[in-house]
């Protein structure tokens, strides 16, 4: 399921994102590419930690492997550490200015840059992409569009084949088969309602990770969801029912206390 939340860092409202015009290719090609998955990594160098964390969670969620850098100067090192096969660059950052870095990353070779920033003229995204930026995305945007331009960029750059989205998903006593809609534990079928699939398969796209609360109630209920957020640990005690040895003592499914769940394989 295509993350239907926009998520926004500034004033904590959802935004559904209008297309920029810039880049009339893009649009149109998030629709092939949505079903499309990479393994690459990205440098998300972003100094508000709560966008940060969400682009974090857009990307791996897709199956992306993420790094975080909140400061200009530590963006450069970790990169030259890690190199990696994208840079998500805020531009009004501490330390280095952005533009600095992409100067700099540009320098060093050609991996490819998507500049994120509030800064919304038409000259501003004209000098980003002189940088040698790859595209521009002004804040705020949606987790999806993020993901489709991410798609877009590494493909452009060949870094990201089609169809490689893993259809199936195993992980301790689980496994799910997204397109035929099957659950099993331990090898036996389970009958799942869709929103304990789709919650489940939130869990297990990143098994290991925190999800949090509202990125769970966000992908699985939808950005408009205004009920009560105990519908989330009502769907997730049911969870615990079928997948469990026992669901009192959660071995898989476990609680992060105060901040959501997590799926551990
Ligand atoms: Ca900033």
Known sequence: MLPSFAFLGVHGEFTVVPSSGLFPDIRSATIVTMTAVATARILIVEDESTLADAMRYGLEREGFRCSVANDGSVALSRFESDRPDLVLLDLMLPGLPGEDVCRAIRRSGSTPIIIVS????????????????????????????????????????????EGARPSVLEAGPV???????????????????????MLLE???????????????????????????????????KRLRTKIEDDPRKPRYLRTIRGLGYKFEP
């Open 118 to 161: 509030a800064k919304t003229s038409e000259v501003d995204r004209v000098l980003g992409l002189e940088l040698g930026a790859d595209d521009y995305i002004t804040k705020p945007f949606s987790s999806r569009e993020l993901v489709a331009r991410v798609r877009t960029v590494l493909r452009r750059a060949g870094l990201v084949s």
């Open 175 to 197: 496994r799910l088969d997204i397109e035929k809609h099957e659950a099993r534990v331990n090898g036996s079928p389970v009958s799942l309602p869709p929103k304990e699939f």
């Open 202 to 236: 939130c869990l297990m796209r990143r098994a290991g990770k925190l999800c949090t609360r509202e990125a769970l109630i966000g992908d699985v209920w939808g950005p408009d969801y205004f009920g009560d957020t105990r519908t989330l640990d009502v769907h997730v």
